[in-house]
Structure formats: structure tokens, C-alpha cells
């Protein structure tokens, strides 16, 4: 059995145990993985990926040129955690909900500058997303950004959640070549204005 279709049944088998934590019933594609990974570069720094199952994007971020030390994989299902350590054993494999992340310290030896979300966010209850923000946004340095994939035809984060946490969220591109053909967005903090000082 190829890997490819060993990791499609992986991919399967967790989805049918548990479809509204699996994105997808087949891992993302070579398109879409690129894609997520365009804006990152061996300059990033540290990347956290959530939910990265058997790990597409993970090669997609080594190919960029990150260091697999620098990787920090959240991954709840215990059969993907498992061969994400064994693929990756330089990067840190943390077995845990993303939710949890906030109740963390991170031991790292470059700042966060990344963080890659596989997660089925449109199936989760809001507050769940809303901690997965407030998780990853805890880490991130200033200028970090968060990069989500949606299937859907508009960002999976509500306008009035963006509002909300200040933050917001920037269209980079889709991909039909996926499937089913995705879409990618960067969510990173707002700017301050700064204040009007009356004279």
C-alpha cells in the first residue's frame, strides 16, 4: 500500500469516528497546502500548526524552507498525533484540544510567527472558536498571522467575531485543484489607530 492511500484511510477512518472534528473525509491536496504555506519562509520563525492529520501542510512548511524544530503540531486524534511523531520527530507533536492552547507555555528558540489551522472551524460552537483565537493569538508575536482554509465561499470567522477580538481578515487565494476546492485566509490584528491629541 502507497503512503498516499495509506494516509487517505487514516484520513477516512478518523473522519467516520468523528466527522464534526475532521475537516475533510481525504487529507488537503499538494495546491492547497502551497497555498496555505505562500506567505511563510524559513524568516517566520516558529509554526504552529492545528489539526495537521498526516501532516500535508507540515511538508508543505518544511519545503518552505522551516526547520522542523521550529514546527509545534496540535493534534487531537491519537492516530494522527502518533504518525505525525513518527514523520516528524524533530518538531514538538502535542496531543490536545487547540482549544487548550492559551493554558500552554510554549518552549521555543524563535518567536511565533505563524500559526496554520486545519480545524473544521463552521462546525465548532463559537466559543470554541473563539478560545482557538485567543490560544493562537496568546503565542503569536505582534505581526504574527493566522492562515485558515475554508471550503465554504466566505471567511469561516464571522465579521462580528473579527470585530469582537480585533482582528481581521485578509482573501489569499483559492484553488480548485483541491478537493473539494478550497479557499485561504490570513487573520492577523488589527492596527491601532493612533489617538487624535486635541491641541
Known amino acids: 500500500m502507497s503512503s498516499k492511500t495509506a494516509d487517505a484511510l487514516l484520513f477516512f477512518r478518523a473522519w467516520l469516528s468523528a466527522p464534526l472534528q475532521v475537516a475533510s473525509v481525504t487529507p488537503s491536496g499538494r495546491a492547497l497546502a502551497s497555498l496555505m504555506t505562500s506567505e511563510i519562509s524559513a524568516g517566520t520563525g516558529t509554526v504552529i500548526e492545528l489539526g495537521p492529520g498526516t501532516g500535508v501542510f507540515t ?12 514546527l509545534i503540531l496540535v493534534e487531537y486524534g491519537v492516530d494522527f498525533a502518533r504518525e505525525l511523531t513518527m514523520r516528524f520527530p524533530a518538531a514538538a507533536t502535542l496531543r490536545m484540544d487547540a482549544a ?11 518567536p511565533i510567527g505563524a500559526v496554520l489551522s486545519g480545524l ?9 472558536v ?3 483565537l485567543e490560544g493562537a493569538f496568546s503565542h ?6 493566522f492562515y485558515q482554509f475554508t471550503y465554504g465561499p466566505r471567511c469561516p470567522i464571522p465579521r462580528p467575531l473579527l470585530d469582537r477580538l480585533g482582528l481581521k481578515a485578509t482573501f ?11 479557499a485561504v485566509y490570513r487573520i492577523g490584528r488589527r492596527r491601532r489607530r493612533p489617538s487624535l491629541v486635541a491641541t
Open 59 to 70: 511538508e508543505a512548511l518544511l519545503n518552505r524552507g522551516v526547520c522542523e524544530s521550529d
Open 100 to 110: 487548550q492552547l492559551r493554558k500552554i507555555e510554549l518552549q521555543t528558540s524563535a
Open 120 to 128: 473544521p472551524l463552521l462546525s465548532m460552537p463559537i466559543r470554541k
Open 130 to 132: 473563539i478560545a482557538i
Open 140 to 145: 503569536l508575536r505582534h505581526d504574527g498571522a
Open 172 to 182: 489569499i487565494g483559492g484553488t480548485l485543484a483541491n478537493v473539494p476546492p478550497a
